[in-house]
């Protein structure tokens, strides 16, 4: 079993794992009754969809998505970072 | 023989991750409010994110096949993997003293609120 296979087999097998925890995130953003239960759930989904998108570029064979995925990672800390200015001094700065 | 070995110790690494990302998951939906669901949310952070980067910098290094691009690839997933370790949790923790600040979020089940007893609430 050479290597390309492994992996592309592995990786391909984890792809529905993935899709099912990040449909269970959506849950939680929907169902969550408070604000920072809502923030909480978009955080994990945020930064579990960027080590996706890093998972994926290896199965795709192409270093694009990864930039992006560091990207959403820094923009999902943005807005932790927002929301907890806002809920605490009802101000974002700036 | 080298390459093989990081492709197989970052594809271990990668399927530890999805274990985390799913447990923090289920833990998201079952845990009773959102004090005790940070600490899922941050166990599927940083075990369900960073760990498979980690990984999947590990495959990329190891894979022979994807050619020069992949360094590319092993740096940047590297690179995000340890800025997610910082971040992740700053950001958990202002938002967890932001609820409980503006009590937005509620406390009920609880047994002992030691912020509150120091008035620091």
Do not use: C
């Not at chain 1, 978009?42 to 998108?53: E, K, P």
């Not at chain 1, 694009?64 to 959403?72: D, P, Y």
């Not at chain 2, 990302?21 to 600490?39: E, K, Q, S, V």
């Amino acid at each position: 079993m050479d290597v390309e296979a492994l992996v592309s087999l592995v990786l391909t097998v984890l792809i529905p794992l993935y899709v099912t925890s990040f449909l269970l995130y959506a849950v939680r953003v929907v169902k969550g009754p408070t604000i920072p239960d809502r923030v909480l759930a978009i955080d994990s989904l945020g930064y579990d969809l960027a080590a996706f998108m890093v998972v994926l570029s290896i199965l795709v064979r192409s270093p694009l998505m990864v930039v992006s995925g560091l990207t959403l990672a820094l923009w999902i800390y943005a807005l932790d970072i927002y929301i907890a200015k806002y809920l605490e001094a009802r101000e974002m700065g700036g | 023989m080298i390459d093989l070995v990081l492709v197989v110790a970052g594809l271990v690494l990668i399927v530890i991750g999805v274990f985390y990302d799913f447990i923090g998951a289920i833990g998201l939906l079952r845990l009773p409010n959102f004090y005790t669901r940070l600490h899922a949310a941050t166990a599927g952070a940083i075990g369900g994110a960073v760990v498979p980067m980690i990984g999947a910098a590990l495959v990329a290094l190891g894979a022979e096949y994807l050619g020069p691009p992949r360094f590319f690839l092993a740096g940047a997933a590297f690179t995000s993997s340890i800025l997610l370790m910082i971040l992740a949790q700053a950001g958990s923790h202002a938002l967890a003293r932001a609820a409980y600040i503006s009590g937005e979020a509620q406390r009920e089940p609880i047994l002992y609120d030691a912020l509150r007893e120091e008035g620091g609430g």
